[in-house]
């Protein structure tokens, strides 16, 4: 936008000139009539540029302190998210004690390493390796439950695969040992690959959403009693003789930081009971036994006896 031409140079000159001796007569005058026409030119020509600079000085003072309220809001913001990542982490490290305590022996404590191994989405390099006792095939868990298998080990390092990795398997049960079968990753693309499937499952069982899937122990790599997912739902198959359920995996990728790699050893001797998944196969067994045992029991004890003969009358004396 072009600016408005200026006015005469002239005025311009007259003004200033004005000014200047409007100034030399006010330094002039006796002290009393000096201050009655600076009194005068305050509440005239000065009092809107003292309004405009007020007003400036406000809104200076409004726009630091608006500054001053979003960093002191930031920092709040901040402080408070610091806070919840520590809760996070204790409460993260509470639950690993706990596991602890419950296993008392036979693990490796490990920290998933940042970053995926190998370029594959479900593997993972673990901080433990030959030194530390960790071998192939060795079981790796968490607070949640089953994270994989150690794939190999070096001296300082191993690589683990995760329960989505196509070479994974686990025999595996329902808690409460109703029905058995084998665990794999889901064949699919996109987030729908980061759930698992149960195969093989006979067609008299019937698992309901939300049933708790547990390793078995058969195999002789997962110990029995192992959560390692949750039924979502039943798919459809072309399998005739057999049912496959569609499984949310107990571990997350994203949780995954802190792992127990279990030793050979501890695996043979079991670890029933540990993440407290409820009944398991031994005594549902039990039970049926006991009860067998006890129907039993109770049947010999309503037998009748057959029946004494009369005792012989006694003989009169003659």
């Given amino acids: 936008m072009r600016r408005p031409a200026r006015t005469n140079p002239t005025v311009d000159l007259v003004l200033a000139a004005a000014c200047g001796i409007t100034a030399f007569v006010c330094l002039i005058l006796p002290t009393p009539a000096r201050s009655g026409a600076a009194a005068a030119l305050r509440t005239t020509l000065v009092a809107p540029l003292a309004s405009m600079q007020s007003s400036a000085e406000l809104s200076r003072r409004a726009f630091l302190s608006h500054d001053t309220a979003l960093r002191v809001a930031d920092s709040v913001t901040l402080r408070s998210l610091r806070l919840t990542g520590v809760e996070e982490e204790n409460d993260r490290l509470r639950k690993l ?18 970053g995926r191994g190998l370029g594959d989405d479900f593997t993972i390099t ?7 006792g960790v071998e192939a095939l060795s079981p790796v868990v968490t607070t949640e439950g089953l994270v994989g298998m150690v794939e190999r080990a070096d001296n300082s390092l191993s690589i683990a695969m995760f329960w989505g ?7 595996a049960m329902a808690a409460d040992g109703s029905a058995f079968g084998i665990v794999t990753g889901h064949r699919a693309e996109g987030a729908a690959k980061y759930f698992l499937e149960l195969h093989s499952v006979p067609l008299r069982s019937i698992l309901k959403a939300g049933t708790l899937i547990v390793s078995s122990g058969l195999g002789g790599v ?10 979502v739902s039943e798919m459809k198959t072309a399998e005739g003789f057999a049912k496959s359920y569609l499984m949310r995996p107990m571990v997350s990728l994203p949780n995954i930081t802190s792992v127990f790699i279990l030793t050979p050893e501890r695996g ?25 045992d006890s129907t039993r029991a109770r049947r010999d004890s309503t037998v ?3 029946a004494l003969p009369p005792a012989p009358a006694p003989k009169k004396a003659p």
């Fill in 126 to 132: 673990l901080s433990a390796g030959k030194n530390a």
């Fill in 304 to 306: 009748k006896l057959p």
């Fill in 165 to 171: 990795h196509p070479d994974f398997r686990v025999s």
């Fill in 97 to 114: 004690l706990g596991l602890a305590s419950a296993l008392k022996w036979g693990f490796i404590p490990a920290e998933a390493l940042q």
């Fill in 222 to 231: 997962y110990p029995r009693g192992i959560p390692v997912g949750v039924v």
């Fill in 268 to 292: 043979r001797a079991g670890i029933d009971n540990v993440w407290n998944t409820g009944v398991n196969a031994d005594s549902v067994r039990k039970v049926i036994v006991a009860a067998g």
